[in-house]
């Protein structure tokens, strides 16, 4: 199963905003979530600008968004996460992608994994597990396509992410709030001590977690996505 940390329950269906530059995907999006109780399809964009202006017109509860839209066809799904952490900061997004993509994946839960989501694009096919990837980000929580976590701790421990139990209480207090994007003077600010303890706790939550050849930013990221797939087999 895919990671999913974070409630699916809602009142109503949720509204929601999508875009892609292909038109065969966008019209079958349009099919495969029209017809559904759960999910009120407010606008299909072509682009960037169209999905930001669709946003400020409909106030959606989500958005889904391809990771690789014109102009340049990069990362501007991820900006576009990034963007709305600021402008619209309730609004989740469920970003495409058509390759298992960790880099992808790292970009964009490296400003906090709440409300956020990453769906390979096989899976469109499956509409319920679509809809229920929009509803966990709708509602604040984390979805994160199984091939993503199997490619980046999946090899680790015998082809099995590796388990908390190692880990203390207070680094899980740490690791927990690693999950929400804060930086470590927040952590510091938050648990009341200092900023060289939370250090000492992530260095060795990295190496308990067996992220020690990591770099920061990545073994930071992995960490949390350790997290939370634990936590998703343990609901």
């Given at each position: 199963?895919?990671?999913?940390?974070g409630?699916?329950?809602?009142?109503?269906?949720?509204?929601?905003?999508?875009?892609?530059?292909?038109?065969?995907?966008?019209?079958?999006?349009a099919?495969?979530?029209?017809?559904r109780?759960?999910?009120?399809?407010?606008?299909?964009?072509?682009?960037?600008?169209?999905?930001?202006a669709?946003?400020?017109?409909?106030?959606?509860?989500?958005?889904?968004?391809d990771?690789?839209?014109?102009?340049?066809?990069?990362?501007e799904g991820?900006a576009?996460?990034?963007r709305?952490?600021?402008?619209?900061?309730?609004?989740?997004?469920?970003?495409?992608?058509a390759?298992?993509d960790?880099?992808?994946?790292?970009?964009?839960?490296?400003?906090?994994?709440?409300?956020?989501?990453?769906l390979?694009?096989?899976?469109?096919?499956d509409?319920?597990?679509?809809?229920?990837?929009?509803?966990?980000v709708?509602?604040?929580?984390?979805f994160?396509?199984?091939?993503?976590?199997?490619?980046l701790?999946?090899?680790?421990?015998?082809?099995?992410?590796?388990?908390?139990?190692?880990?203390t209480?207070?680094?899980?207090?740490?690791?927990?709030?690693l999950?929400?994007?804060?930086?470590?003077?927040?952590i510091?600010?938050?648990?009341?001590?200092?900023?060289?303890?939370?250090?000492?706790?992530c260095?060795?939550?990295?190496?308990?977690?067996?992220?020690?050849?990591?770099i920061?930013?990545?073994?930071?990221?992995?960490a949390?996505?350790?997290y939370?797939?634990?936590?998703?087999?343990?609901?």
């Amino acid at each position: 199963m895919s990671t999913i940390v974070g409630t699916m329950s809602g009142e109503g269906p949720h509204r929601l905003v999508a875009a892609d530059d292909n038109l065969l995907v966008r019209e079958g999006l349009a099919g495969l979530l029209g017809r559904r109780d759960d999910v009120d399809l407010r606008a299909m964009c072509a682009s960037v600008p169209e999905l930001l202006a669709a946003i400020d017109r409909e106030h959606p509860d989500v958005v889904l968004t391809d990771i690789r839209m014109p102009p340049d066809h990069d990362r501007e799904g991820i900006a576009v996460a990034r963007r709305l952490r600021d402008t619209h900061p309730d609004v989740g997004v469920l970003v495409l992608s058509a390759h298992v993509d960790p880099g992808y994946a790292l970009g964009l839960l490296d400003d906090g994994s709440n409300g956020r989501g990453y769906l390979v694009k096989d899976r469109l096919a499956d509409v319920d597990h679509l809809t229920r990837a929009l509803t966990t980000v709708a509602n604040g929580g984390t979805f994160v396509d199984e091939d993503v976590v199997d490619a980046l701790v999946g090899r680790r421990r015998g082809g099995r992410s590796a388990p908390m139990t190692p880990l203390t209480g207070r680094e899980l207090d740490v690791l927990e709030r690693l999950a929400t994007g804060r930086t470590n003077d927040a952590i510091a600010r938050d648990l009341c001590v200092s900023r060289h303890a939370i250090e000492k706790h992530c260095n060795s939550i990295f190496a308990k977690l067996g992220l020690s050849e990591e770099i920061d930013v990545n073994r930071r990221v992995a960490a949390v996505l350790m997290y939370l797939d634990d936590a998703s087999r343990a609901a």
